[in-house]
């Protein structure tokens, strides 16, 4: 087959994305970096980003984007990290078993999966009903971060249990013994031994959800509180409610750029740093 | 079989000064027995092989000497002390492994010093004795190297260093060069060698290669289903194998067996419808099994100068440059000569009726 008509037989992919996807999302950005109307329409402007950071409430819904994503991405790591070791030492049968129930919540639709959290911890839920007939005051466990960060555990857990998961089962079981017959403890092996070997899992699995708790939406939205909003929910209001394309554009790509710089050293470490010499 | 008898008797009575003593070790999988009541004692600074075919329960053996795997039944004492229930790394033995087991982010150094880190050992004495230890192994200028990049026969140095290091009452050695190329395995052999004089330490090593075993050892137990059918010099196995699976695992083909008659005042047997002399081997009546080295069995056109002699026909000639190797057809039964390249000798062709001669005091007799 030659070259073209491979090209021909993936046209419609890239007609596909690029259509539908890269032009418009190249345009918001494009448009963010340029006035639109007025007398100075179609010059090179900044405008939206110096008001953007300008404005403090901005700064804090940054840092609370951060803050959220990182808590669930550590509270998942602290989760998932047994998980992923007790897998290790289980037959396949057990193995892909556990694997499925770890990514049902992903096979569940998220507003199904969020309301049924509104069940569970909301006021009226079933968590407050009985701590109540306990005669014990309420918590708040929803419509706050408490919430947002519970609900994005959740679904995300299970990415990174499977991230940890493909690098912990690869550690060759002589080097646990190796270090066991040369006088290690369990928590020595574990944390000598095992952790650092599981670090390309253990940064992926952060990379892979502290990206998709900071950009996810429908979460947040439902279990958030209306008081302080994140990046994500952000973007939306100011497209849907504000019709602010420019501001939600500028919003999207600080979140794509925070993001990406993320994922990227990652990649860098993995592939130039000292991840290259004892990974790959 | 008589040979590990005698061994375990001596065990209960008078061998206090073995280094390691291992008595009645027996360990089944789901009712198979793996090591079946396998008995066994290593002097101290003795080089030893367990030898054997893949699953006959060398490295089992290896495994639960070191304390990875439990045995069922058995005792196993080093250095008089009984370590066969003490955790893995109070036992004094120390493992190096078939895939090296080096930890991929530590660089060699810190493998090597991660046994005497543990041992709560002061930085300076570490890096002294990891100093001495890549001297040994001569690795000296690769101390900052990760094991990505070593190539595999210094990967194995490593590995070796990491469990000599930390000064084992018995050093473990699991398939150590099977990984390697075989002009690797030969220098690292001899290295292996060199390291076990310097150091002294008691070691055994488990391979199913017959070649390394018998090169680098002082004694090589060869096992067959869990069992030792013979411990002993690689010499005196070779030259006096204890079994029949002893005698083909080392090599020999030419094996008759047969009842000893007396056939003109001579001790012989009926083999393949030939009586064959066996000189002073055995007593009549005794059932018997001789073998015939490859090298004494040689080929002529007549028996001249030899006592005795079968005809057959050669089937295959591979020349080896040191020597030539023929497989020959007496009857049905296949029969192999080496014939060493002396300059002198006759070249035989496939198809080529020979005598094969030899004489019959170079007959090896089985003990059981």
């Known amino acids: 087959m030659g070259k073209l008509a491979s090209y021909l037989l993936s046209a419609p992919v890239f007609l596909f994305i690029g259509v539908l996807f890269l032009l418009p999302v190249g345009l918001l950005v494009w448009s963010s970096f340029f006035h639109v109307e007025g007398p100075h329409a179609g010059s090179f402007t900044l405008d939206v980003y110096i008001k953007f950071f300008d404005d403090p409430y901005n700064i804090s819904m940054v840092w609370r984007t951060a803050k959220l994503s990182a808590i669930t991405t550590l509270v998942s790591l602290v989760l998932a990290f047994p998980v992923a070791l007790h897998l290790r030492q289980m037959g396949p049968r057990m193995r892909s078993l556990i694997t499925l129930m770890l990514i049902s919540p992903l096979l569940t639709s998220v507003v199904v999966r969020t309301l049924s959290w509104v069940i569970l911890l909301g006021p009226k839920g079933v968590i407050n009903s009985a701590l109540l007939s306990l005669n014990l005051s309420p918590v708040s466990l929803i419509y706050n971060d408490w919430g947002v960060v519970i609900g994005l555990t959740h679904v995300f857990f299970g990415y990174m249990a499977l991230s940890l998961m493909t690098t912990i089962s690869k550690i060759d079981d002589n080097l646990l013994l190796a270090a066991s017959n040369l006088g290690a403890s369990r928590w020595v092996i574990l944390k000598e031994i095992i952790i650092p070997m599981s670090l390309p899992g253990i940064l992926a699995g952060c990379v892979l959800v502290f990206g998709m708790s900071a950009s996810t939406y429908a979460t947040p939205a439902l279990l958030g509180g209306t008081s302080s909003k994140l990046m994500a929910t952000e973007i939306y209001d100011l497209t849907v409610n504000y019709l602010e394309f420019r501001e939600a554009a500028a919003v999207a790509l600080l979140l794509f750029i925070g993001v990406a710089t993320i994922s990227f050293l990652f990649n860098r470490w993995l592939e130039h740093g000292r991840g290259k010499v004892v990974f790959q | ?368």
């Open chain 2, 1 to 368: 079989m008589n040979q590990v008898k005698s061994d375990a008797d001596a065990l209960d009575g008078s061998a206090p000064d073995s280094h390691l003593i291992i008595q009645g070790l027996s360990k089944s999988y789901d009712g198979h027995k793996v090591i079946d009541a396998l008995s066994l004692q290593v002097q101290k600074g003795e080089f030893v092989s367990l030898l054997g075919p893949s699953g006959c329960g060398k490295t089992t053996t290896l495994r639960t000497i070191a304390g990875f795997i439990e045995l069922d039944e058995g005792q196993i004492h080093l250095n008089n002390l009984r370590i066969d229930q003490m955790p893995t790394h109070l036992r004094g033995t120390t493992m190096v492994f078939q895939n090296y087991a080096l930890f991929p982010h530590m660089t060699v150094e810190e493998n090597i010093g991660f046994g005497l880190r543990m041992q709560k050992i002061s930085p300076p004495l570490i890096n002294q004795s990891v100093r001495d230890v890549l001297e040994l192994v001569k690795l000296r200028d690769f101390s900052q190297r990760y094991p990505k990049q070593l190539s595999g026969g210094q990967q194995q140095r490593v590995a070796l260093a990491r469990a000599l290091v930390v000064k084992p009452q018995l050093l473990l050695l699991d398939e150590p060069l099977s990984n390697l190329d075989a002009k690797l395995r030969k220098e690292l052999r001899a290295e292996f060698q060199r390291i076990h004089q310097n150091s002294g330490a008691t070691t055994l090593f488990v391979t199913h290669d017959l070649e390394e075993a018998f090169s680098i050892s002082d004694k090589v137990a060869v096992m067959n289903n869990g069992c030792i059918e013979q411990y002993g010099r690689p010499q005196d196995i070779y030259t006096n194998p204890a079994t029949k699976f002893v005698a083909e695992f080392v090599g020999h083909t030419n094996l008759f067996e047969g009842s000893v008659i007396l056939h003109d005042g001579k001790a012989c047997i009926e083999w393949n419808g030939q009586t064959l002399t066996i000189g002073n081997l055995a007593q009549p009546a005794e059932k018997l099994t001789v073998v015939l080295p490859n090298h004494r069995l040689r080929l002529a056109i007549n028996s001249d100068g030899f006592d005795s002699s079968i005809s057959a026909k050669v089937i295959a000639r591979s020349y080896l440059g040191s020597a030539t190797h023929y497989q020959l057809l007496c009857g049905d039964v296949k029969m192999q000569s080496t014939i060493p390249s002396d300059g002198s000798d006759l070249i035989f062709q496939p198809g080529d009726m020979v005598m094969a001669c030899w004489n019959s005091r170079e007959l090896l007799k089985i003990s059981a």
